[in-house]
Structure formats: structure tokens, C-alpha cells
């Protein structure tokens, strides 16, 4: 089971977020992104990555791929989405410098995979905890890694925004793709304008509480909104 909801929030004029979920190939296939760039650069960008992904992964995942196989299908939907918006910002200059970051995951029986770029987030959850299956890519996050910022001043500070890596801003893709085993877990994909409004903490709790339904993604947007909602807001949660 699966369930997404995107908001706009309380501040921003438009909702630049996007999800997709689709099954396809005998996989379950789960997409975030987060457009910027601009007025209207943003949400082409977000709605041209999702849009790229569904179709690359359309086309190749089959029941009996290998899961080298779905490594590279999870690659190629990733750089075909990075080259299409590439193209699009350089003849178009209205959408120069637009990006978008991207949470995807991919999951076959108890098997996932899963790669990000960006601020958009990955977790996994079972009874105990939600735990980040991902690492920010920010400039805050390289801060907190030379140990120039603390996690907790991270959580606040001014520059929190500022992404060091997405797709459509750099010719060649930078990603990682990881594969895990699910035992249970339920998987959480969201954008920022979530993971900056609750805590993992509170994350956590809203997910145990509703489990995977649609009043558990309900209930992650709108405790989202009434901390502040400063930016879209999305989740997607999924669970066997």
C-alpha cells in the first residue's frame, strides 16, 4: 500500500513539489522532487523529472531483471531526467538554472532501492524509530560533516536551503543508488518543506500512529502546516 499528498503551505504562492506512484515491472516505484530555479523554472523542472522517471522505468523494468538490472534502470531514469531538463533550461530563458532534487525508491518483494539528490529525504521506519536512509546534500550537511556545525545547529540555520546537488544543474548526474532489505519497515519519501517543519521524533510518532492509510500522509502535511508551513510540502509512505 501507498499513499502521497502534496501542499503548497502557507507561504509560498506556488507548490513547485511533485510525487508520482506507480507499479510497473512487478515494482512498486515511489518518486519525490522538489523543483527550483525561479518562478516558473521550478515546477517545470519537478514535474519534468517525475514525468522522465515514470516513463525511463516504464519502459525498463520487467519481473526478471537482475538487480544489477534495476541499479542501471534506477541510473538511467536519473540521468535522462537530468539531461531532458538540462535541454529544456538552455533553450528556454525563462527556465535558466532551474533544478529539482529527487527521492526515488524502488521496491520488489522484501528488496528496495533507492537513490536522492538534494534535501529531499528517504526514511525507514518500523516500531521503534525513523531512521534517515539518506544524507542531506547541502551545504549544511558538508558543514556538519567537517564538523563546523553541530546537527542541532543545523536544524536552524540560514543556509539551510542553499543544495549542493540536484538534477538538471550539472552535466553529469552524481548519485548513489543503495539497495536494503524492507523486514517490515515502512518507507517515508518527503521534501524538505516536511523534514524542516517536524522533527524525526515526530515523524516517527505520526507514522505509528496511522500507519500507512491516508489520514498518516494527512496527518504529516497538516502537522507540517500548523508549525509554520513555509515552504510545499509533500509525503509519500509506503508499506506491504
Known sequence: MYYGRTDIGKVRKENQDKFDCFET???????????????KGGKVASDVCVKTV?????????????????VRAVKTATETANKTILALSENDESLSGMGTTLALVIIRDNRFFYTHLGDSRIYAIDDTAAVRLTKDHSFVQEMVDLGKLTPEEAENHPQKNIITNAVGIHEEVEQTVKADFLNGRKLLLCSDGLSNMLSDLEIFDIVFRYKV???????????????GGTDNITAVIYGG
Do not use: F, P
Not at 515491472?25 to 530555479?37: E, F
Open 54 to 70: 515514470r516513463k525511463v522505468l516504464t519502459d525498463l523494468l520487467t519481473e526478471d531483471m537482475t538487480e544489477q538490472d534495476v
Open 213 to 227: 492509510t491516508e489520514d498518516c500522509v494527512s496527518a504529516l502535511v497538516s502537522n507540517a502546516i500548523n508549525k
Open 25 to 39: 515491472g512487478g515494482a512498486v516505484c515511489l518518486v519525490v522532487c522538489d523543483g527550483m530555479g525561479g518562478a
